[in-house]
């Protein structure tokens, strides 16, 4: 089975395999408490929410959710190449619901979702540095700056709320 990543960079073929640790690293940012399950459950239910939002920022909420779970995708078919699983397991146990953000005053949830991005990249940039594969290694990069540029996104909408 192959895997390949593409962006507007071009794309990542997965080879080789990984270590025990890696694969524990993409569980942890695949469903742990700062990952991409949490992300995208905290992103639907604020889109859930905003029937009280104006247009602009229900639309940039549908935009991040969508791009979370095109990322969340990514690490789980990672995952599955290398010989993980899909199940939202981690070394923390199940995900958990209790990890989402449920404010709903706009701003402070979206400057809450800018501090789980943050987190979001730093465990990816920490995971990126520790790892023996290339191929993941260069998978996490192309990852790091699609997160990095709806970073800046989510910071100019919460500029302009």
Do not use: P
């Not at 742990?32 to 247009?55: M, R």
């Not at 991005?117 to 790892?131: A, D, F, G, N, Y």
């Amino acid at each position: 089975m192959d895997f390949c990543f593409c962006t507007e960079d071009g794309e990542v073929k997965l080879e080789g395999s990984i270590s025990r640790e890696e694969m524990g690293a993409l569980k942890y940012l695949y469903c742990g408490e700062k990952s991409k399950a949490t992300l995208v459950a905290t992103y639907f239910y604020q889109l859930y929410l905003s029937s009280e939002c104006d247009k602009c920022v229900k639309d940039k909420l549908k935009c991040f959710l969508l791009s979370e779970i095109e990322s969340m995708t990514a690490v789980k078919n990672v995952m599955e190449f290398f010989g993980g699983n899909a199940a939202l397991y981690s070394g923390q146990g199940f995900w958990r619901a209790k990890w989402m953000n449920f404010g709903t005053d706009v701003k402070t949830f979206l400057k809450d979702d800018l501090i789980l991005e943050k987190e979001c990249i730093v465990m990816m940039i920490s995971i990126c540095k520790k790892t023996q594969n290339k191929s993941l290694r260069e998978f996490f990069r192309k990852l790091i700056a699609d997160e990095e540029l709806n970073m800046r996104l989510l910071e100019n909408l919460i500029s302009r709320v």
